[in-house]
């Protein structure tokens, strides 16, 4: 696949490889030269997990899900 460096030396990553190594917005890579070439690669302990951090914070989760349970129980409730 060809890529166009931009003129901030910014590349994209195409979705197809995006996709095939699950890289999500804010994935870790390393980068360096072996024998002339470009290797970029996901970093060490890089995970989905560690891609979600913070990126929930100031969301009240629990609530949500305690607001679901309540809406359940008044369903179950009025069920005969």
Known sequence: ??????????????????????????AELEIEIVKQEIVLRP????????ALYGRFAGDDLIGALEDEHRQELQVDALRP
């Open 43 to 50: 970093a060490p302990g890089s995970s989905p997990v560690d």
């Open 1 to 26: 696949m060809l890529v166009k460096l931009s003129t901030k030396g910014q590349l994209v990553i195409p979705k197809a490889i995006r996709s095939a190594l699950r890289l999500e917005p804010g």
